[in-house]
């Protein structure tokens, strides 16, 4: 699989990916926690590369929905997440954008946000056969040393071992209150109160599909982040990777 070809691609020449992962830094949480934007401005201040996992499964889903495969055919996804060469690289575009993402060469990264790829993402996600498809790809980008890894069962499933494991919360009207600024900045239109029951249905398929739910990972640190600034949850994050860094050696 070519999955996030691009960022497999920043390992060092010839170098194997790193089995040490005490400098990954695990984020989770529920959608909308804040987790990506903590993560890019974390990744920024650490010199660490940025991952985050949800463009895999949103870029399935979104390469599903054209392609007419039923999101309730859990081997057709998995196939297709397979023939499916995913990209993402840092952004080309000033446009408000964290990076790109490219579906076989094609910029969807706005098209993935779209409100059907929404609509449609968890359930695709709680296919085991489509988790284990994206797993292997995970794992390799969790090898390249520093990098912030973003997502549901970072912590808890793809980088147990993973140095820093956080676990973002808020509750689920702050969370709604954030997407819908953020929707309506971009022009879409979107109703607060669909927003809410939108982020409630996908918090009850995160946490309750079968294949790594979304939970706290043993080992992490719950940071709630109501009433916070983002930079306030980042300096939270920020000194408790510095404390476990600096027992760390910098790889050769
Ligand atoms: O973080 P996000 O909203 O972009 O994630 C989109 C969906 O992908 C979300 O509903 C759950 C799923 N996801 C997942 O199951 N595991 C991950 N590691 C990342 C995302």
Same mark, same amino acid.
């Given at each position: ?66 392609? =007419? ?7 057709? #996804? *998995? @196939? +297709?997440?397979?023939?499916?060469? &995913?990209?993402? /690289? ?96 971009? =022009? ?7 927003? #809410? *029951? @939108? +982020?409630?249905?996908?918090?009850? &398929?995160?946490? /309750? ?44």
């Amino acid at each position: 699989m070519t999955t996030a070809g691009a960022t497999i691609a920043t390992l060092r020449a010839g170098a194997a990916p790193l089995e040490d992962h005490r400098r990954v830094v695990a984020i989770d949480g529920p959608a909308a926690a804040g987790k990506t934007t903590v993560a890019r401005a974390l990744a920024d201040r650490l010199g660490a590369m940025l991952f985050d996992t949800g463009t895999l499964y949103r870029a399935v889903t979104l390469a599903a929905l054209r392609a =007419g495969v039923p999101v309730t055919d859990g081997a057709a #996804l *998995a @196939e +297709l997440a397979d023939a499916r060469h &995913i990209e993402v /690289t840092p952004p080309s575009t000033p446009d408000g954008r964290l990076y790109d993402v490219r579906l076989d060469g094609e910029d969807v990264t706005w098209p993935i946000r779209d409100p059907e790829v929404e609509a449609n993402v968890s359930d695709i996600s709680a296919h085991p056969a489509v988790r284990a498809a994206l797993l292997t790809a995970q794992r390799r980008i969790a090898g390249v040393g520093a990098v912030v890894m973003v997502g549901r069962d970072i912590g808890s499933t793809v980088v147990p071992d993973a140095g820093v494991k956080v676990f973002l919360q808020a509750s689920p009207e702050e969370r709604a209150r954030r997407r819908h600024a953020e929707l309506v900045e971009r =022009g879409a239109s979107a109703l607060y109160n669909d927003v #809410l *029951a @939108e +982020l409630r249905a996908r918090d009850i &398929i995160d946490s /309750t599909r079968d294949a790594s739910p979304l939970r706290v990972a043993p080992g992490a640190t719950t940071i709630v982040t109501d009433g916070l600034s983002a930079e306030q949850v980042v300096d939270t994050i920020e000194t408790l990777v510095r404390s476990v860094w600096g027992s760390v050696e910098e790889p050769a």
